[in-house]
T-cell receptor, first 119, second 111 residues
Framework: EADIYQTPRYLVIGTGKKITLECSQT?????MYWYQQDPGMELHLIHY???????EKGDLSSESTVSRIRTEHFPLTLESARPSHTSQYLC??????????????????FGEGSRLTVL | SQQGEEDPQALSIQEGENATMNCSYK?????LQWYRQNSGRGLVHLIL?????REKHSGRLRVTLDTSKKSSSLLITASRAADTASYFC???????????FGQGTRLTINP
């Protein structure tokens, strides 16, 4: 069972509100990721991190921002939520990273997701 | 593109039958991974096959890999209602430190 946790699982908020989706892992993984997924659709990588103080934009442009101050924590923030941000957000981590010398299989461990609805 | 493309997009079978899903990709890979996603949940890693392997088994799962054709298949034998989920393949491109996912195959097991 993966030791990666996301909160909240469900969130319904009004337009213009600031929200932060939390993601924490206890596996000591270097790499962490945020994916966005609409129901029945593919996952889109929106942010990833190689390690502390390292963040990169993913393949899909997103108005959200992330930070990586601690290895185990990778929160995602939306400064002003809009209905177009309604989606499921999935956090994942992996042992494969630059700081591990490139070793590892790249297997991802996912959290249960945060389903965001913006009214 | 790094992502795999799953085929078919949807598959519906009777409980007890075998389910086969295919994946095609375009790049050289270190390994190829299969994941399952139950409705509304996160993805769960099922099985990984390395580029120098041709076949791998795990319980009722059998994965094959043909690097010359850049394709893989996932076979679930003796399917159960609990196997109803979406299945994604993820080719791990050489040198890459991220995985890209396609739309997956939505598998429905009918009782």
């Amino acid at each position: 069972e993966a030791d990666i946790y996301q909160t909240p699982r469900y969130l319904v908020i009004g337009t213009g509100k600031k929200i932060t989706l939390e993601c924490s892992q206890t596996m000591g993984h270097d790499k962490m990721y945020w994916y966005q997924q609409d129901p029945g659709m593919e996952l889109h990588l929106i942010h990833y991190s190689y390690g502390v103080n390292s963040t990169e934009k993913g393949d899909l442009s997103s108005e959200s921002t992330v930070s990586r101050i601690r290895t185990e924590h990778f929160p995602l923030t939306l400064e002003s939520a809009r209905p177009s941000h309604t989606s499921q957000y999935l956090c994942a981590s992996s042992e494969f990273g630059r700081t591990s010398g490139g070793r590892g299989t790249g297997e991802l461990f996912f959290g249960e997701g945060s389903r965001l609805t913006v009214l | 593109s790094q992502q795999g493309e799953e085929d078919p997009q949807a598959l519906s079978i009777q409980e007890g039958e075998n389910a086969t899903m295919n994946c095609s990709y375009k790049t050289s890979i270190n390994n190829l991974q299969w994941y399952r996603q139950n409705s509304g949940r996160g993805l769960v890693h099922l099985i990984l096959i390395r580029s120098n392997e041709r076949e791998k088994h795990s319980g009722r799962l059998r994965v094959t890999l043909d690097t010359s054709k850049k394709s893989s298949s996932l076979l679930i034998t003796a399917s159960r209602a609990a196997d109803t989920a979406s299945y994604f393949c993820a080719p791990h491109k050489m040198g890459a430190q991220k995985l890209v996912f396609g739309q997956g195959t939505r598998l429905t097991i009918n009782p």
